[in-house]
């Protein structure tokens, strides 16, 4: 059976579930589903990071231990993700035993190898990106992605040597043109590494929030360096090598593009340090913007761009969790920016979902009561649309399977309208009862079925509802989508339920 092992970024326990990240999540719970409705073995991974100064000075600010703090905004991201229907394997948190047990030996790996050394560091730091800048990269003196001051900072700490790396980066990249996506990313990970690569301060002698250097407990590891071996905690790194031989060569990891360095830089070279391959995969996807600026951006004045009103509880009490999760597969393509409105919001839900997928349930539903007394005819072998329900199929399959969600909804929502084109021009509500009226609305209600499995990674409380309503045991996804998704197996004489529609028209 193959394996995939598909993790998003672990999102910081100081910042609040928001949309951009809500997007991140999304997409990589949607291509999961999608892999497990393959026949795939998965594991999804997703957490929170809870170290680091940050997190350490909102305790304080609270008047609580970090830890407390920790425990408290953690579960704000399990709140969220249950809120949007998102079925990940395991669930991570940065201060878990089991990652401290991880940090330290792969680390300690990497310092008995030799890439680790004792220096002093000065330079400029932001506290909000936990990263470090030269004052070439800063923008009028601040944090070029948040726009704060960023502080001088200097003392005594252990070095990870990243420059040993230049070339071995270099042949990675080019022995492995598709392990960072899209080409654009790759090719800006690529000019860090071409722009020469200094050494890094990876512990802290200033914190204690964090997780002890083994070998000098005087010093705790960068957030950054901890956080980023996760994704080897998560299959047993330290613990136990046959899950991590099982699981790594199969790794995918999606993320936006403000940690590309981390991640297309820093990573790999660390688990080249450490002896190991780097990830298989790493895809890249762009912000979603509001008004221009990237959402879950807090400005130097305290001002927040992911307002109250875009919040993901908030759009899932208005629109419904479902609606949601299409408009973030569908609307902004991974790997380019994209502006988020509740106008656009409204106009994909009227168009896709109310206009389209929802007219085409309600319709034939419809037609069914008054024309065949409410039980669905089976449809024909050799319809023409069987052809489109192939290609929609196959579509779904390039889309999801290359990290396209967008392209794989675009090519179901074909077949939904190749449905709706062939119901307009048989028009079996103008017809009497009888074998045309039969094999037209069998036709329907076969796309209706084909359909619900298709959409199911990306809308599964609405795909079982489909299936129900045409009187379907099971569920959508009980079998592999090859087989499940082939033409002619709705088997007729089920009763249809007409129901209230799955996606009432919005006005506003």
Aim: net charge negative.
């Amino acid at each position: 059976m193959p394996r995939f092992y598909l993790t998003t970024p672990i999102y910081y326990v100081t910042d609040a579930p928001h949309v951009g990240t809500a997007y991140s999540t999304i997409n990589c719970d949607a291509i999961a589903r999608w892999h497990r409705l393959a026949g795939d073995e998965v594991k999804f991974l997703t957490g929170t990071d809870e170290h680091g100064q940050k997190v350490a000075d909102a305790a304080a600010a609270h008047g609580v231990e970090p830890i407390e703090w920790a425990d408290r905004t953690s579960s704000r991201f399990v709140d969220a993700w249950a809120e949007l229907d998102v079925q990940y394997d395991d669930f991570l948190r940065t201060s878990e035993p089991r990652h401290t047990q991880t940090v330290q030996a792969f680390l300690t790996k990497v310092y008995e190898n030799g890439y680790i050394y004792k220096g002093t560091y000065e330079g400029l730091y932001c506290v909000s990106c936990e990263d470090y800048y030269t004052a070439g990269e800063l923008i009028d003196g601040l944090c070029p992605i948040h726009r704060r001051p960023v502080i001088e900072m200097a003392e005594e700490n252990w070095f990870f040597k990243l420059s040993a790396f230049e070339d071995r980066l270099l042949e990675w990249y080019d022995k492995e043109p598709g392990a960072v996506a899209p080409p654009t990313k790759r090719n800006e990970a690529l000019g860090f590494i071409k722009g020469g690569l200094n050494d890094i301060s990876i512990t802290r002698s200033s914190l204690r929030w964090g997780i002890e250097v083994p070998w000098d407990t005087s010093q705790v590891f960068y957030v950054w360096y901890d956080a980023l071996i996760n994704y080897l905690t998560a299959i047993g790194y330290g613990r136990d090598d046959a899950e991590v031989d099982t699981w790594w060569p199969v790794s995918h990891h999606l993320l936006g593009k403000e940690i590309i360095r981390f991640h297309c830089v820093w990573w790999p070279a660390m688990c080249m340090a450490a002896g190991i391959d780097p990830p298989a995969h790493v895809f890249v996807h762009g912000w979603l913007l509001a008004g221009g600026q990237k959402l879950g951006k807090t400005m130097a004045d305290g001002s927040a761009v992911n307002v109250t009103d875009i919040a993901p509880s908030t759009l899932v009490a208005d629109f419904g969790v479902d609606a949601v999760r299409y408009h973030l597969l569908r609307e902004v393509p991974l790997g380019a920016d994209g502006e988020f409105s509740l106008e656009g919001m409204v106009a994909r839900y009227n168009a896709d979902l109310a206009n389209n997928l929802g007219n085409l349930i309600s319709r034939v539903a419809t037609v069914v009561g008054s024309k065949c007394g409410g039980i669905g005819p089976a449809p024909d072998p050799s319809s023409s649309l069987r052809t489109a329900a192939r290609d929609a199929l196959e579509g779904a399959a390039e889309g999801w399977t290359t990290f396209a969600p967008q392209r794989a909804l675009e090519a179901t929502w074909r077949l939904i309208g190749a449905a709706n084109a062939a119901l307009e021009a048989a028009e079996p509500w103008r017809q009497p009862p009888g074998a045309e009226v039969d094999a037209v609305l069998g036709d329907a209600l076969e796309v209706l079925r084909i359909v619900s499995v298709l959409i199911s990674p990306a809308m599964p409380s609405t795909a079982r509802a489909i299936w129900g309503r045409l009187g379907l045991n099971g569920a959508p996804t009980d079998r592999p989508v090859a087989a499940a998704a082939a033409w002619g197996q709705y088997p007729g004489g089920l009763v249809v339920e007409r129901g209230e529609p799955l996606f009432p028209r919005r006005r506003d």
